[in-house]
């Protein structure tokens, strides 16, 4: 399937400030030095600060799902699951196909909303094959894409950031749940 094609800069990704900026080559060198300072949350936990676990806990099985933005673009794939590993209570199940795309791409879905949901409906299949309870990504297109997808289908499957889970944040409803009334 094209959409399956390991592309380094996927669609929801592509820079277009080499075409922006070519009028103006201190405005590219500032956004170019900016670029060198930013980092994807996890890559920046490790790579970065050094840190090779967290003290939260987080009862469940859950799965990963490598971003566009993250991994053929940013080659983010082992800091998030390191810090996963040190999290008390939680057991990863690396999902089928968990670098392929979710199908959201931004404005993709919107475009061609048709395959967007045939590709988000692959994503939600795998996180449910898995047998996992939670689906964690650190791209917020991705989680509410594959939430709706999994809801729509009646599946209990959880997504949150996976922001969440490593700051023992998760006492709040997961991803497109309802808050408990109080």
Partial sequence: MWWRRRDPAPACS???????????????ER???LGEKSFELTSFLVEVLGADSVTA???????????????????VHGAPRRLLA????????????????????GAFSVKYPDISNAIGEGKA???????????????????????????RDGSEVECR??????????DTPAIGQP????
């Avoid at 806990?57 to 080659?75: A, E, I, M, Q, W």
């Avoid at 950031?161 to 998760?170: C, D, I, R, Y």
């Avoid at 808050?179 to 109080?182: G, L, N, V, Y």
């Fill in 14 to 28: 592509r820079s277009t400030t080499p075409t922006l900026l070519a009028d103006d080559p201190a405005f590219a």
């Fill in 31 to 33: 956004a170019r030095a």
């Fill in 57 to 75: 806990s987080f009862g469940g099985n859950v799965t990963y799902h490598d971003s566009c933005s993250s991994l053929p673009r940013l080659k």
């Fill in 86 to 105: 040190s999290v008390d209570g939680l057991a990863l199940t690396e999902m089928e196909e968990t670098e392929v795309c979710c199908g959201f791409g």
């Fill in 125 to 151: 299949r795998n996180a449910i094959k898995s047998g996992a309870d939670c689906l964690l990504a650190g791209d917020l297109g991705c989680l509410l894409h594959i939430a709706g997808k999994l809801s």
């Fill in 161 to 170: 950031h996976v922001a969440e889970v490593l700051a023992g944040m998760t």
């Fill in 179 to 182: 808050r408990k009334a109080e």
